[in-house]
């Protein structure tokens, strides 16, 4: 299928062609520009944690196995992840490395390697995962990787991966996200206000290697791709809609990306938490996200109508272009939906992505490409050593055992007003509060209202809100949602039958520059 963009010209979707033989797993591409790929035969489909791996052209020729056998997985562990090194010699599938000599394109040896992550990361008490991510740098010797909590959500650190004589050792670990989200107001005494917002899943390696793209929030309510500096304190927004914008795939010159988007799904986009720009929008939806993922993400992938991407965009028209969707790259959203990973073409003309029959559970997968005929890259960013100065970093892991994400205080407006804010968390379950009196940090508009977020990973999820913006800009939430339980037989819905009061478990609206969506809207 051919679509069309102004600026970056014909966009070419294809499906790479695999042997009769190949249950495809997942596939992406290697720094040399093959196609590394996981997959199953009829022979082991039934053998526990047994991996296939061979890499191949994009045009589906010169398939060569690289690799067959089984990757015990390890407890709190989130699967297999396939990160290629910048060496071409080395994947980095989590808990282990795999090393191929003379190279991944050649291979005909293939070691698997144990990696040891810190002790104290994975037996902690509040460690559900730990990892969910994995990441390689370029300079084929940081990694970075997301750990699950039950405190933090996830806490991310980085360290230098060095081969011992049987296994990887991480060294010189580092935290990089967030352990206290607020601190004192310097400006006023008695006040709070919010950290910038570090941390989340680390998705690539950018800047050559001294910043990562990660799913994480910054200006708006729901979650968008960040990209943290690791050698100075800027986090710069990449995604920018009202939706779920999570994983930004930079291309080499970092020119385009490839997100995971809701933004083209109608009837699944949860856009209406978004929609209504308000100042510090994310930690008002902290613990109401995972309920927006397994609805909008994993409910489209399992049985739910919807398209998730992956959506093509120019990087600094995503940055600043006011309303810019970029290029819907699903070709078949009745039946194929996306899932992970995406990855370039070392050329910047190519990008590609899995995707899996809805409902499927992985076992029916395709592996898609995008071409760009017409577009000019520029010369890939150059590969850097990852730096070790991170002026955030914290070496010491002890602190994730005194996290106390628990706070109750005011945060004022620059201009005027102020903001209650209250969050209270006990494992899997917790409330978070705002309460915004005449709140403007500017002196043109202002905010009156309140929003709440009650959630339990066992019962549901219920958000309230009655908000409105006057000024210059103008808007309005106002509108329930009622989620059901993360955790059970049954997958998150919205609920939308009666309440205790009589009145539906989801209804209202929120309106926004001349914009209005009902939660209605998302009924099924």
Known sequence: ??????????????????????????????????????????????????????????????????????????????????????????????DYVLECVPDIDTCTSATLVPVAYPSILVEAARTTHHWSE???????????????????????????????????????????????????????PGFIIPSPLRGGEVKQFVQGGNAISVVGGKDNSTTDTIVQDLSSNNLTQITNTPGYDETTIFSPDERLGIVMSTRFSKHTDPAIFGLLPRPYGIYTSLGMISFQYMYA???????????????????QRSMHEEGYQGIQLTT????????????????????????????SDGSQMRLQTAMLPDYKPE?????????????YGIMDLTVLDSVNPNIEGKIAGKHSGYMNYFRYVSGYSGKTEAQFVNFSDDGENFYNGYEKNHYNATEGCRYETDLQLIGSKQGEMNFRATFSALIGSEPVRLLFDADADGKPKSYGYATYNGITLNIADLLE
Do not use: C
């Open 1 to 94: 299928m051919e679509k069309r963009d102004a600026l970056i010209g014909r966009v070419v979707v294809d499906t790479v062609p695999m042997p009769d033989n190949v249950n495809l797993l997942i596939g992406t591409y290697t720094y040399s520009g093959k196609v590394l790929v996981s997959y199953k035969t009829k022979e082991d489909i039934h053998t526990a944690d047994f991996y296939n791996l061979a890499v191949l052209n994009d045009d589906g020729t010169d398939f060569r196995a690289i690799f067959s056998g089984v990757i015990p997985q390890k407890p709190k562990a989130n699967g297999i992840r396939y990160m290629p090194y910048q060496d071409n010699t080395r994947v980095l599938l989590g």
């Open 297 to 315: 993400v994993d409910g489209v992938r399992k049985f739910r109508p919807g398209n998730i991407g992956p959506v093509l965009i120019d990087v």
């Open 332 to 359: 078949d959203e009745q039946n194929w939906v996306y899932v992970s990973p995406m990855s370039w073409h070392p050329d910047g003309k190519r990008v590609m992505w899995p995707e899996m029959v809805r409902g």
């Open 379 to 391: 010369p890939p960013v150059p590969f850097t050593l990852t730096t070790d100065h991170i002026p």
């Open 134 to 188: 994995v990441i390689i740098a370029p300079d084929n010797k940081h990694m970075s990787w997301t750990i699950l909590r039950a405190d933090l959500s996830a806490a991310v650190a980085i360290g230098v991966l060095e081969r011992r004589a049987d296994h990887y050792t991480i060294e010189n670990i580092q935290l990089i996200n967030n352990i206290n989200a607020f601190e004192h107001d310097p400006a006023n």
